[in-house]
């Protein structure tokens, strides 16, 4: 028996069709989500994307923290965006909307429903993920990230990610709450910098600030001598993220 006679044949499989159909037609509403989303969104800038776990309840200090920080940087005139949910999500947004400037709640759906907090100014549900990710990155001129779990680590690493590959513009990107941080960074600089994974000064796409009118300060000195909207090589840039 050779190789050939091992391999085993496909049985004709009487619903391709049908599903080949299905997909074509669901770029059509993946297209549709990023259309309404852009529409929605293009007039709330400058804007923050403020991240953290969902899970953090509004009596505890990280909740406090990310209310306070949305808030400061509401009044100081940036507009606010968070997942939509509860915890630091609703925190984020309930800071902004008792402020000067816009609250934007990017929300998605999931298996396990995830309640829209009542804090938000503009309301924007998803259906997938990576679409509400690039509006994440698109609209924000800085990233604030509190302590979270998996889904807050995937919007810090790809934030760094798209910065570093020079895929996006170069945007503060401020980790708050330095004790929760400082494992991780120590295992960036002896792992990945140790072991030649990283640069050493990919370190620098990170700052860590605990005060909220430090964080707002942060944010003005990064801009201080340009406009908080990207510049027009900035803009080609964003247009192939």
């Excluded at 030649?196 to 796409?205: A, V």
């Amino acid at each position: 028996m050779t190789a050939k006679d091992k391999i085993p044949r496909s049985a004709p499989n009487s619903t391709a069709p049908k599903f080949n159909a299905r997909e074509s037609w669901r770029i059509f509403g993946i297209m549709a989500e990023f259309v309404e989303a852009t529409e929605r969104l293009n007039a709330i800038r400058p804007a923050v994307s403020i991240f953290g776990s969902a899970r953090i309840p509004a009596d505890h200090m990280y909740y406090m923290l990310a209310e306070r920080i949305a808030r400061q940087l509401s009044d100081a005139g940036f507009s606010v965006i968070s997942g939509g949910g509860p915890g630091i999500m609703e925190a984020a947004n309930k800071g902004a909307y008792f402020g000067r400037s816009p609250s934007v709640g990017l929300n998605i759906q999931l298996p396990m429903e995830q309640g829209a907090n009542p804090y938000q100014d503009i309301s924007q549900t998803f259906q997938h993920f990576f679409a509400r990710k690039f509006m994440f990155v698109k609209f924000a001129a800085a990233y604030v990230v509190l302590p979270g779990g998996f889904g807050t680590l995937d919007e810090l690493l790809e934030a760094m990610t798209l910065i570093q590959t020079k895929k996006s513009r170069r945007i503060p990107v401020i980790l708050v709450h330095g004790p929760f941080w400082q494992g991780l960074l120590d295992w960036f600089r002896d792992r990945l910098v140790a072991e030649r994974m990283i640069k050493p000064e990919d370190l620098d796409l990170v700052q860590v600030i605990d005060d909220p009118a430090q964080v707002v300060e942060a944010i003005f000195k990064h801009y201080e001598t340009r406009g908080f909207l990207p510049l027009p090589e900035e803009h080609e840039l964003m247009l192939n993220l």
